[in-house]
């Protein structure tokens, strides 16, 4: 169990390393790159083994999700550093001719990365790609809600990168409260609303930046026109991946009326080909992380007062079957919380406005799914929602290209990494003039008069 004190000591030791500048160097950011590398190849097997503990995740959503996406992360970082580390030109206008203007990336000092439970490896690891790109030191503390995952982590980032300048402190909110008390140059922080909040506000006493990766309602439109088993297809993945425990799942779907029942029934169907007649037998259907959220979801079908489709449960291993609410009332419990689980509300909805109006009252959600292949519909809906990261005709396969920026919009976050975006999140990228001496323009200095003022008007 960390001190306050161990905190304090450890944290002023990252500083330390900091301050000497070794960090900036392009090679050490390199080698850092690749010790992490090789904790993902040489401990792959490892790593899903405590996954499985944590979440009976299966070794191929292990891989695909958490320890293969960091390596394409690392991979991506590695190619593209040198070309993000360089000053970006830019232009310059006549009042300040003759000079140069760029903008010069530079790292930010230590990066405070709070992983959440659901992605317990590739929620500390991503961002610390990013905080390594950008040339920082870091403090991590994995959930402890997965013991499996953060003690390996504890063990193994010691063995692969530079000590002076990582430390992973392992607790729950006692140990948070404490980190939460110092100051860092940044906190990077994935999890639920109301602890991004306790974030945000210990943050304000050092006015230190945050970024909040969090979650919400996300919708996930299906149009008439559109090819319903392939869509019904994505959906299963992105729903029940995980047992449906991923901030990106889609969390309710709209529906076109005159395809709703039709479309129920090929759920069921692909529902029967991916995990089969009894899913608690299934090796690739995961579990849910504690009891208290196994309660939780429980009551999201009980006081459903909807058609229910599947719901069988078992206590003892925290198994849900994937379950179908349909038509379930605005107002039922379902409804008015993020799900993070096996369920799936089905709504119909009679034409687009009436879709738009529905995604419109709630909060901004991190993703939006719409399901369509007339180009008119995608526009309409790229035009009137708002939402972190939109995703058409398919659901969470948006998140394997690191060139697309990652984050949320009001309630689901601030702040986007993956990619260059990570490694900017996590520079101050700082804005430089140089100038010489020759072509002093004298006209910007007192004492003005018309003249000088017309001639500025020009230039400026
Ligand atoms: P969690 O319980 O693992 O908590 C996240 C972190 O907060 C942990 O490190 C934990 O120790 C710390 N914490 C918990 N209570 C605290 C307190 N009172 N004070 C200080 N620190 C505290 O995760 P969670 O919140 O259950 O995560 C689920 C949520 O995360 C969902 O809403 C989901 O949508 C969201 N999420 C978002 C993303 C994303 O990338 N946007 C990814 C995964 C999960």
């Known amino acids: 169990m960390h001190t306050l004190e161990d905190i304090e000591s450890t944290l002023l030791s990252l500083k330390n390393t900091f301050a000497t500048g070794k960090t900036k160097a392009y090679q050490w950011r390199i080698e850092q790159l690749n010790g992490l590398m090789r904790l993902c190849e040489v401990h792959e097997k490892d790593i899903c083994e405590a996954l499985s503990l944590d979440l009976r995740k299966c070794y ?20 593209k550093l040198k070309k993000w580390m360089k000053p970006r030109r830019v232009s310059t206008p006549l009042l300040a001719f003759p000079a140069k203007s760029f903008h010069q ?4 000092g230590v990066v405070f990365i709070m992983g959440a439970w659901n992605f317990p490896f590739q ?19 994995p959930s402890e809600l997965t013991p499996h995952t953060s003690k390996l982590i504890a063990k193994l980032v010691p063995q692969y990168l530079d000590s002076d300048a990582f430390a992973v402190v392992e607790g729950g909110k006692e140990v948070s409260t404490d980190l939460l008390k110092q100051r860092f140059d940044h906190i990077f922080y994935t999890g639920g609303e109301v602890v991004g909040k306790i974030v945000m506000k210990a943050a304000s006493q050092y006015l230190t930046p945050v970024t909040l990766e969090l979650g919400g309602k996300s919708p996930c439109i299906v149009d008439k026109e559109c090819n319903l088993l392939v869509a019904a297809r ?9 047992a449906g425990q991923i901030c990106i799942a889609p969390d309710y779907l709209l529906v076109h009326e005159d395809i709703k029942n039709e479309f129920v029934d090929t759920l069921k169907q692909v529902l029967l080909e991916q995990f089969g007649d009894d899913p608690s037998q299934s090796k690739d259907y995961g579990r849910i992380i504690n009891d208290a959220h196994f309660k939780r979801l429980l009551a999201y079908i009980e006081t459903s007062q909807c058609d229910v489709i599947g719901g069988k449960h078992d206590t003892d291993s925290r198994f849900i079957e994937p379950t179908l609410l349909v038509e379930p009332k605005n107002s039922a419990l379902v409804m008015q919380e993020e799900i993070f689980g096996p369920i799936l509300p089905v709504i119909s909805f009679s034409d687009h406005q009436d879709a738009l109006d529905k995604i419109n009252q709630g909060e901004k959600p991190l993703a939006l799914y ?6 008119d519909v995608q526009q309409r809906y790229l035009l009137n929602t708002s939402s972190g990261n939109v995703c058409i005709n398919d659901t969470m396969i948006f998140m394997s290209n690191s060139n697309l920026a990652f984050g949320g919009v009001g309630n689901s976050g601030m702040g986007r990494y993956h990619g260059q975006s990570g490694f900017d999140l996590l520079s101050n990228v700082k804005a430089v003039m140089i100038r010489p001496f020759i072509l002093d323009v004298f006209i910007r200095y007192a004492p003005f008069n018309k003249f000088k003022l017309t001639l500025l008007k020009f230039l400026q």
């Open 60 to 79: 191929t959503e292990a891989y695909l999700q958490e320890v293969g996406y960091v390596k394409a992360d690392i991979k991506h970082t590695q190619k």
């Open 105 to 108: 990336p530079e790292p930010l």
């Open 123 to 141: 929620l500390v690891l991503a961002p610390l790609v990013a905080a390594i790109g950008a040339g920082n030191c870091a403090v991590m503390k």
């Open 234 to 242: 994505r959906i299963v993945w992105g729903k029940w991946s995980n």
């Open 370 to 375: 719409l399901f369509t292949g007339n180009d």
